[in-house]
Each structure stands twice: as C-alpha cells, then as structure tokens.
Antibody, heavy 122, light 110 residues
Framework: QVQLQESGPGLVKPSETLSLTCTVS??????????WNWIRQPPGKGLEWIGY???????NYNPSLKSRVTISVDTSKNHFSLNLSSVTAADTAVYYC??????????????WGQGTLVTVSS | QSVLTQPPSVSAAPGQKVTISCSGS????????VSWYQQFPGTAPKLLIY???KRPSGIPDRFSGSKSGTSGTLGITGLQTGDEADYYC???????????FGGGTKLTVL
C-alpha cells in the first residue's frame, strides 16, 4: 500500500525559498500510472492546487503561483519536491503531497500525505 | 475567493439526508468531472467521489455524487455524527489550465 510523507522546514523567512520533499513508499514515482501533486491549505481556509509532475518530468503549475513554483522528481530517491520562492506570510499553510491516477479525469487525489505546516515568519 | 462555489455550512439531523452543492462554470464543471473530498480537523482530505458519481473502494454507498450542467452535488444519506466534517469539491478548469476547489462546506449533524 502506497504511503506519502512530506518533510522539510516548518519555518521559512519572508523572501526566502520554501523547500519540501514528498517521499513515496510502497510505490514508485516512475510509474506512468500517476501524477504527483502538491496542494496547500492556509490555516482555517480551503484547498489550493499548486501543481503536478509526471514521471517523465512533465510539469503543470497553478498560474497564480507559476512564476515562483518548481516541482521536481528524484527517481533514485523515489521522491518529488516542491520549491516555492520569494515567500510571504500568505504562503503560510499546510502543504500536502498527493497522488493522482493518470485517467480521463483530474483532481482525483486517491492518496495523500499527512501534511506539513509551513509558517513564513521572520 | 474560490473558483467553485459551495455553501459555507449545512446541517441536518442524524439519519436524515443532506446535499451539498458545488457551482462552477462552462470552463470547469461544465467540461470536466467533479470530485468530492471529506476532511476532518487536522487530517488530510479523503477522496469520496470521483468522475462525478463514482466511489473509491471502501466508501459507503451513503455517499453519492451527481452533476448537471455547471453544478455538482454531493449527497449523504443516513447521516451519522461521524460524518461531521468539511467537504470540498474539485475539478479541472480548462481555461485556467489548473485544478480548482470549492471553498468547502462544514457539515453539522445536529
């Protein structure tokens, strides 16, 4: 059974880069059957899709974040990563990684990490 | 402000039925499938419904989904106190080329 686990700093200073990693166990990021996503949720607010990466390196980002976001995959470590640059307090959120089957529909996230809270503060 | 519109809250008594609406537009719900998620405080969302009306393995048939035009609906029958949670709809927006969610609906089982 596949499991996803986010890891990274819980506190990031304004203007710096937020970096998180999602380690996949019980499955492989090289599987062409899935897209690997990042989603965030500010405290007390709703969900926001950040973007995804496919095993071949294809990415797609939310236009509202596109200029600051990079998602990459490391097949040797079976994990994928999120970098969000020039962060502000508005980027404070719980960040989730999630798996999405490669099918005819979108936003069918069938497996999620537990989430990690990242606070942007000096 | 979310691209998809959900009521902030709904409530019903145990054993009753409730529906949660998700209103979008021709570029999102009107063109693409709708998914629904259940989220308890402090936990990750859980997929309840995908492709408008399909349930993943392990999701009880008390949960159902439908879509008509640019709106989706989540139905929950036989309400239990354990169903109290936040519920989110999601879909792809073909104009934005991005995934979009509703703002979430808090279900209270009175």
């Amino acid at each position: 059974q596949v499991q996803l686990q986010e890891s990274g700093p819980g506190l990031v200073k304004p203007s710096e880069t937020l970096s998180l990693t999602c380690t996949v166990s019980g499955g492989s990021v090289t599987s062409g059957r899935f897209y690997w996503n990042w989603i965030r949720q500010p405290p007390g607010k709703g969900l926001e899709w950040i973007g995804y990466i496919y095993y071949d390196g294809t990415t797609n980002y939310n236009p509202s974040l596109k200029s600051r976001v990079t998602i990459s995959v490391d097949t040797s470590k079976n994990h994928f990563s999120l970098n969000l640059s020039s962060v502000t307090a508005a980027d404070t959120a719980v960040y989730y990684c999630a798996r999405e089957p490669n099918s005819s529909s979108w936003l069918d996230f069938d497996c999620w990490g537990q989430g990690t809270l990242v606070t942007v503060s000096s | 402000q979310s691209v998809l519109t959900q009521p902030p809250s709904v409530s019903a008594a145990p054993g009753q039925k409730v529906t949660i609406s998700c209103s979008g537009s021709s570029s999102n719900i009107g063109k693409n499938y709708v998914s629904w998620y259940q989220q308890f405080p402090g936990t990750a969302p859980k997929l309840l419904i995908y492709e408008n009306n399909k349930r993943p393995s392990g999701i009880p048939d008390r949960f159902s989904g439908s879509k008509s035009g640019t709106s989706g609906t989540l139905g929950i029958t036989g309400l239990q106190t354990g169903d109290e949670a936040d519920y989110y709809c999601g879909t792809w927006d073909s104009s934005l080329n991005a995934g979009v969610f509703g703002g979430g609906t808090k279900l209270t089982v009175l």
